[in-house]
């Protein structure tokens, strides 16, 4: 248990569907993070967020669109995907140092998603 | 921005043996240098890291080295044991505020008894 919980473990939605992943983080960390993990490729990020405020966006596609609420959850809404965009999603978050996010990422799970 | 090569893709060694991961980074800013290993169906675990003040850094039967003006660093896994089987990233970062880690695209350990 590293204290990053996402849901669903597992989703599949056809490319007109519109779903949302949700993480939350109970370690009292400031910055979350969402990557994507696909088969033989790099851990690519996606989005972060430090004290809730978006600070990068790694030129992610509109379909995707993230939201924070707090320091303890962030949601990933999908919309009118593409096969391609299957991958496991996975969140992490980590504590904000003075000086920036230097510290350990922890990450939970993964959402495993399948676009038909 | 920051790239990450990682080598081997894949790594296959007897019990009892050493192994050895290895990334390079082209951006000489970053200064963080972690390790994650990723278990099936779990998500990325932490297990070393070094900063750029270090050139290595042990934790049992683990080290990692840095060399700086290389810009290389590498994993170390001495007396492997098959519950080290799992795929390994190396990742860097500049430690600056809303930063993110990049990382490189895995080693697949396998190790066998």
């Known amino acids: 248990e590293t204290g990053v919980t996402q849901t669903p473990r597992h989703l599949v939605m056809g490319m007109t569907n519109k779903k949302s992943l949700k993480c939350e983080q109970h370690?009292?960390?400031?910055?979350m993070y969402w990557y994507k993990q696909s088969a033989k490729k790099p851990l690519e990020l996606m989005f972060v967020?430090?004290?809730?405020?978006?600070?990068e966006n790694n030129s992610v596609p509109s379909r995707f669109s993230p939201e924070c609420p707090n320091s303890s959850h962030l949601f990933l809404h999908l919309h009118t995907l593409q096969p391609e965009d299957s991958a496991l999603y996975l969140c992490?978050?980590?504590?904000?140092?003075?000086?920036?996010?230097?510290?350990?990422?922890?990450f939970g799970e993964g959402s495993r998603l399948t676009v038909l | 921005g920051e790239n990450v090569e990682q080598h081997p893709s894949t790594l296959s060694v007897q019990e009892g043996d050493s192994a050895v991961i290895k990334c390079t980074y082209s951006?000489?800013?970053?200064?963080?240098f972690p390790w994650y290993k990723q278990e099936l169906g779990k998500g990325p675990q932490l297990i070393i890291d070094?900063?750029?003040?270090?050139g290595e850094k042990k934790d049992q039967r683990i080290a990692v080295t840095l060399n700086k003006t290389a810009k290389h660093f590498s994993l170390h896994i001495t007396e492997t044991q098959p519950e080290d089987s799992a795929v390994y990233f190396c990742?860097?970062?500049?430690?600056?505020?809303?930063?993110?880690?990049?990382f490189g695209k895995g080693t697949t350990l396998s190790v066998s008894s």
């Open positions: 990742a860097a970062s500049k430690g600056q505020a809303g930063t993110a880690l990049i």
């Open positions: 967020y430090n004290f809730k405020e978006q600070t």
């Open positions: 992490a978050s980590s504590q904000d140092s003075s000086g920036g996010n230097t510290g350990e990422l922890f």
């Open positions: 070094i900063r750029s003040n270090v």
């Open positions: 951006d000489s800013a970053s200064n963080y």
């Open positions: 370690l009292g960390h400031n910055a």
